[in-house]
């Protein structure tokens, strides 16, 4: 397994070969785009995926390159990344897509291609994901939370989607990848382009079967407090800003 390999100053990128087996790469010269992919993978007992087999596709306002696999170590709990090279005019990056070409789960809780904003999420089995991409002038949000200590408390690290509301508006819904075990603080980081004002309030929607009670959580600084979100709800919880009393 290689991560990386040039000819003469060709990119071929990362691949491997089996045993006994032959294959063919592409090579890239100097007038090719270049993506520079990195992640965390999540530090849950089941996040880490292989090192190999999930198929990046970059998608832009022009066009999309070929599927190029990602190599690279995911181990849970590690950043990692990736280079690629595609001859393809895309334009700015508007989405990133992404296929499971095995039978290794993969949860990453931030991933960035060339600087643009994927944030956390997962591929499963065999299956293809796709994911906006947001760039330089798209807003953060922080997210930090502290898991309750009860034996039925901990989460999923993932399937609870965010929408910030504010006072001109909200964001999109967004996945929180994170650790959300019993009793541990943890947090996401995701990027919207709307502009939502300041924050007024938190709304959480849980996609899943897992029940997450959470003590403390906080948006940018914003307190929410502690809450819950049941299996399949929305609970939606107010914001409080600096000048709020504690």
């Known amino acids: 397994v290689f991560t990386s390999l040039t000819v003469n100053g060709y990119h071929v990128g990362g691949g491997s070969v089996d045993d006994y087996k032959t294959e063919v790469y592409p090579a890239y010269g100097k007038d090719a785009s270049e993506y520079k992919v990195l992640f965390e993978t999540g530090s849950g007992q089941y996040n880490g995926g292989s090192s190999q087999g999930y198929m990046f596709t970059i998608v832009g306002a022009k066009g999309e390159t070929s599927p190029h696999d990602c190599v690279a170590n995911r181990e849970k709990g590690t950043s990692n990344g990736c280079t690629f090279y595609d001859n393809a005019d895309i334009g700015d990056i508007k989405e990133v897509k992404i ?9 990453f809780t931030s991933l960035t291609v060339n600087g643009y904003h994927v944030g956390g999420g997962s591929v499963d ?3 293809t994901e796709v994911y906006p991409a947001y760039g330089k002038d798209a807003s953060e949000y922080k997210v930090l939370f502290e898991t309750g200590s009860g034996q039925y408390y901990g989460g999923s690290s993932q399937g609870y989607m965010f929408t910030i509301v504010g006072t001109k508006g909200e964001t999109s819904p967004h996945n929180c990848v994170a650790n959300k075990a019993k009793g541990t603080s943890n947090g996401c980081t995701f990027y919207d382009n709307a502009d939502i004002g300041d924050i007024k309030e938190v709304k959480i929607y849980n996609s899943g079967d897992d029940w997450w009670v959470f003590t403390s959580l906080t ?4 307190h929410v407090g502690g809450g819950s979100v049941d299996d399949y709800k929305t609970e939606v919880y107010p914001a409080y800003g600096k000048d709020a009393s504690e």
């Open 219 to 222: 948006v940018n600084g914003y």
């Open 125 to 127: 089995d065999y299956k």
């Open 99 to 107: 296929y499971n070409s095995g039978d290794d789960w993969w949860v």
